[in-house]
């Protein structure tokens, strides 16, 4: 008889039908003449029911023996079960070992601290809230790549190595490249100006590194971002484009993960509430809310997080701050033509005070100015080069933006730290496993 | 009167409608009282054509004075004309000038040595066959995702900084990581090891390095890798899902990207051959092959490029060449149970010449012998403390494979070298642009 292998979250779709599962022993109760184990096989949680009668006594011995995680084949009946884990339970009628797990398994279920849990983040996976904040950051990755391909753009990689520094040099890692000096990228939003040029709308979406040495829950050395980048938009395009990929991938969420979020205890009313529009506004707006709220800003300067998170804070879905003084911003950011003390550009920043998430703006298109601002800043020229090149071969104006991935499943999710966003984390101290 | 926007591709969607498009002058003739202007907009390219009579004088005499790559907006007729390029041109009414182009954009029609092209990359992305190559790369990377997704599979994106080696330290890339030295991933595979034991099925997809010193057209230092990993399978089902994977991937790029194929000048019809089943040959098998064809081999060693040329040639399709000897295989790899001798392994090499595209095996799960492999390796045993926690807890047999994605781009768009197949390639002496 050849067996009928499925996955446990396809479960109730055999109902009444012998089928068989593998996985790893998530729980274990045993009472009398019944045990309960709770299997779990990657795709969800399922409760395996024995009954001394309906098994051989071996397999009801060995079932009770299991340790935490070891690795089984059950064969059984599916029974529907509204109550059960995943809608449906196994009547149990054989099972297969794999391996016995070595005893120490060392997660248990009681409270550990977080450093301990990281050493130990290859097999901490395995629980059910990172499995499902992982499961959520899956479904945001294939929801941004679903929402930019359904309007045409290009996925365009740019590259890891980098010859020189986008935003100054102190937080790059460097990299022994035969006989030169590369950089690990912090972005790759040059690159795709480039490919903008070539393929009108583009998008890169890999890792990024940041060499910080701070050690907060909202820094990582190693991160994914995603940046799209359009040739013939403005300042307000970008705006409505990243308010649109927003909405798309709550929504994305909300349908595929919604188990998740619910292991996450996250406050699903909250996420049900994005949807467009998203509140506006300019940097000076801004500063008087703070003020308004009565915290110490001097007008003029960058928002710092405290003042992100009050600024998000009024607001039920995230708020788009745009418009902020050039001296705070980056060098390649257009000059607003109404008020040139502004920057075309634009922060997002995430409601419940999780902070900026995107960061964007139009870029300056014209060579001389351009070229000033390399100067201005120091930059060396030569590296810049190519990128001044866009400027004199049919040069129009074109905007941009950049989302972390793990800032973004942090507020989806409503996990504090941006390690647990990310399957490996990499911070100061922390390069293992 | 507002604008219709609308971008070349969809050209053939609006017959008879006034449109406006916004793009680079690509090819320009004047004749007389008619100018014949190629626009490119990064979706696709259009004739534009200006009669004298049917624009103003300003509007005609700018036309014909335009730079190639100059940025332009036209606003006119949609013509249907299977003859032209995208099956319609538009019959212009009005232009507006973002920029002229400096007159010595450095790509023209006419020969150029790789070295220029590769020196002014980021505007050669504007030509036909970077455009058409990297496009086909784009579509393979969704095909590639969209298979996993469809299949139940999770991505889970390993880190980039690893703290030790999978294969070997002579050809890794070392950065200062603060206080400690940290290595740029080469493979995902252990990492999507881990992974496989919490999600059952997952894939890796991100980019790796190999600070090779050889300049040959089959190596980058930065390339991007696609690695399933997948939890109970066995090296037959791997090799299936890689057979599955290819042929998807191939349809869906003939189905999405026939235009770029052509502008390749790439023969379709041996892309049309991949159907499975795909040929399987034991080494042993591969061996007599070469023998056969004449060609001095020594059985027991590795294959190299000339004899997976050598055999791939043999076949319309992708070959799987499976069972080296262990010797020249990797530590993780299982022990044929039939012959221990053997490794469970499989390379894929595509047909064409283009080689090994894909490596994968079936891996050790018991923790005894993975601990001596590690031991005969001589590898640091402390780095891969967690790796062989997945052997004592609820260890269970796992296979996958690595794909290289530039590869299996060079092999779809019949282009020789892997620098074409990636935005912005990286190898010894070129990290510029």
Known sequence: M???VVSIDSLTKHPGE?????GWVYHLRAKGKLAFLVLRDGSGIAQCVFVKSEVDDATFDEAQRLSMESAIEITGEVRLDARAPGGAEIGVRAMKTYQKAAADFPIQPKEHGTGFLME?????????????CLRVRDAVIRSIRG????????????????????????TLFEVEYFDEKAYLTQSGQLYAEAAAMAFGKVFTFGPTFRAEKSKTRRHLTEFWMIEPEVAFAELNDIMDLAEAMLCHIVKSVLAERREELTILERDITKLEKIVPPFPR???????DLLKQKGLPFEYGGDLGAPDETAIGENYDRPVMVHRYPHEVKAFYMKRDPQDSRFALCVDVLAPEGYGEIIGGSQREENLDILEGRIADHKLPREAFAWYLDLRRFGSVPHSGFGMGLERCVAWLTGVDHLRECIPFPRMLYRIYP
Chains 1, 2 share one sequence.
């Open 281 to 287: 506004l300019s940097y000076t707006d801004a500063v």
């Open 120 to 132: 130990n983040r290859h097999l901490w996976l395995r629980s059910r809230k990172p499995w499902a």
């Open 2 to 4: 050849t067996m009928n």
């Open 18 to 22: 012998s089928v068989t599962i593998r």
């Open 147 to 170: 929402f930019f391909y359904e309007r045409g753009f290009v996925n365009i990689d740019s590259p890891i190595f980098t010859p020189a520094a986008c935003e100054g040099t102190s």
